[in-house]
């Protein structure tokens, strides 16, 4: 993110992606308290390659030493210095010229800001974690409440532009900056988890499993990880319901702390390897689809939203849910698939 420094406070000022300067406290973003400066002086905003400086003041702006006429546009760069009604003390320095993104400013502390992923855990030591997820469909922000209380459903709620949040007793606030643009699905040919198909691969003593996942000809390797024996943990007991002939709404829940106590996790540990899984996906399908809700909770259980897998254990098979069986209609690169995977089964879990 663009960051501007008062030369005489060195407080640091985080741009916003249209940021106005001004006396007018209620309706600017950055505040300049002298008489000098107009209620509205300037605005730098990004263009989707560059910020951006226009002056709209009375007294004028200046940009390294040179006067802008009224409405004039200058691109900024690391290093411009920019003075307001030409007074040394209401001069910033441009600091970084990254682009614009959606993060946690500090509000009265000198923390850093906190620049959100699709996905972002935010670890807490006196209380409850708190993971923010980016809705493509809504264009909105949600936090959930990592409650330890497995028998509890997640709290989820919608947050706005500017919202508040306590963490550890410290006061963060939400700056949106992501336009319309930038949050269109980056894999349209993925719309739905329904077309995806996942291929696990566990050691004989299920120390390492890998995850290969397929959408039509694509293939993503997910590698090996802790957190996929979870996963293949949950895909067992969705396959053992589907061949019980149980209904799609009832296959594969499990009580979470059931499952923490078979995996030998406590409920932290469960939560955070759960939110690992979920942003393994929303990173590997830049957010796509609902690769968030890979792992769906109600009232207090869990279970894969997939219902279209393969797993093997070793060199056999185990089980084969995909709708179109990959190792019938598509023989020679369902082997390819599965040499692929036992390639990688010897690879120690991150």
Same mark, same amino acid.
């Given at each position: 993110?663009?960051?501007?420094?008062?030369?005489? /406070?060195?407080?640091?000022?985080?741009?916003?992606?249209?940021?106005?300067?001004?006396?007018?406290?209620?309706?600017?973003?950055?505040?300049?308290?002298?008489?000098?400066?107009?209620?509205?002086?300037?605005?730098?905003?990004?263009?989707?390659?560059?910020?951006?400086?226009?002056?709209?003041?009375?007294?004028? /702006?200046?940009?390294?030493?040179?006067?802008?006429?009224?409405?004039?546009?200058?691109?900024?760069?690391?290093?411009?210095?920019?003075?307001?009604?030409?007074?040394?003390?209401?001069?910033?320095?441009?600091?970084?010229?990254?682009?614009?993104?959606?993060?946690?400013?500090?509000?009265?502390?000198?923390?850093?800001?906190?620049?959100?992923?699709?996905?972002?855990?935010?670890?807490?030591?006196?209380?409850?974690?708190?993971?923010?997820?980016?809705?493509?469909?809504?264009?909105?922000?949600?936090?959930?409440?990592?409650?330890?209380?497995?028998?509890?459903?997640?709290?989820?709620?919608?947050?706005?532009?500017?919202?508040?949040?306590?963490?550890?007793?410290?006061?963060?606030?939400?700056?949106?900056?992501?336009?319309?643009?930038? /949050?269109?699905?980056?894999?349209?040919?993925?719309?739905?988890?329904?077309?995806?198909?996942?291929?696990?691969?566990?050691?004989?003593?299920?120390?390492?499993?890998?995850?290969?996942?397929?959408?039509?000809?694509?293939?993503?390797?997910?590698?090996?990880?802790?957190?996929?024996?979870?996963?293949?943990?949950?895909?067992?007991?969705?396959?053992?319901?589907?061949?019980?002939?149980?209904?799609?709404?009832?296959?594969?829940?499990?009580?979470?702390?059931?499952?923490?106590?078979?995996?030998?996790?406590?409920?932290?540990?469960?939560?955070?390897?759960?939110?690992?899984?979920?942003?393994?996906?929303?990173?590997?399908?830049?957010?796509?689809?609902?690769?968030?809700?890979?792992?769906?909770?109600?009232?207090?259980?869990?279970?894969?939203?997939?219902?279209?897998?393969?797993?093997?254990?070793?060199?056999?098979?185990?089980?084969?849910?995909?709708?179109?069986?990959?190792?019938?209609?598509?023989?020679?690169?369902?082997?390819?698939?599965?040499?692929?995977?036992?390639?990688?089964?010897?690879?120690?879990?991150?």
């Amino acid at each position: 993110m663009a960051v501007l420094i008062n030369n005489q /406070t060195q407080q640091r000022c985080l741009l916003q992606s249209h940021h106005s300067f001004g006396r007018l406290k209620s309706s600017v973003n950055t505040y300049v308290s002298d008489a000098y400066i107009s209620k509205i002086h300037a605005f730098i905003e990004w263009n989707e390659q560059y910020w951006l400086l226009r002056d709209v003041s009375s007294n004028g /702006t200046w940009l390294n030493g040179n006067k802008l006429s009224r409405e004039q546009v200058a691109q900024l760069n690391v290093g411009d210095v920019i003075t307001f009604a030409g007074k040394s003390n209401n001069a910033f320095e441009v600091f970084d010229v990254s682009p614009p993104c959606d993060c946690l400013i500090p509000v009265a502390h000198n923390s850093d800001a906190i620049q959100l992923e699709y996905l972002h855990l935010l670890p807490s030591q006196k209380s409850q974690n708190i993971v923010l997820s980016y809705n493509n469909q809504t264009y909105s922000w949600w936090q959930e409440i990592l409650d330890d209380n497995l028998n509890q459903p997640i709290s989820a709620s919608e947050l706005d532009d500017q919202a508040y949040l306590d963490i550890d007793g410290l006061t963060w606030q939400l700056q949106i900056n992501r336009s319309i643009a930038e /949050t269109q699905l980056l894999r349209p040919s993925v719309t739905s988890l329904d077309e995806l198909s996942f291929l696990f691969q566990t050691s004989l003593d299920e120390e390492s499993t890998h995850v290969v996942m397929q959408s039509g000809e694509e293939q993503i390797d997910l590698l090996v990880r802790s957190h996929h024996y979870l996963m293949l943990t949950l895909a067992r007991q969705r396959a053992k319901d589907m061949q019980a002939g149980l209904d799609d709404s009832e296959q594969g829940w499990v009580y979470a702390e059931h499952l923490a106590k078979d995996l030998g996790l406590d409920a932290s540990h469960l939560n955070i390897q759960i939110y690992r899984i979920r942003k393994q996906f929303v990173d590997a399908l830049n957010n796509a689809c609902e690769s968030n809700n890979i792992i769906e909770r109600n009232a207090g259980k869990l279970r894969l939203a997939s219902k279209s897998f393969c797993i093997h254990k070793g060199d056999k098979m185990e089980c084969d849910t995909r709708q179109v069986s990959l190792l019938e209609a598509e023989p020679n690169d369902s082997y390819n698939m599965s040499q692929n995977i036992t390639s990688y089964a010897g690879q120690r879990a991150h």
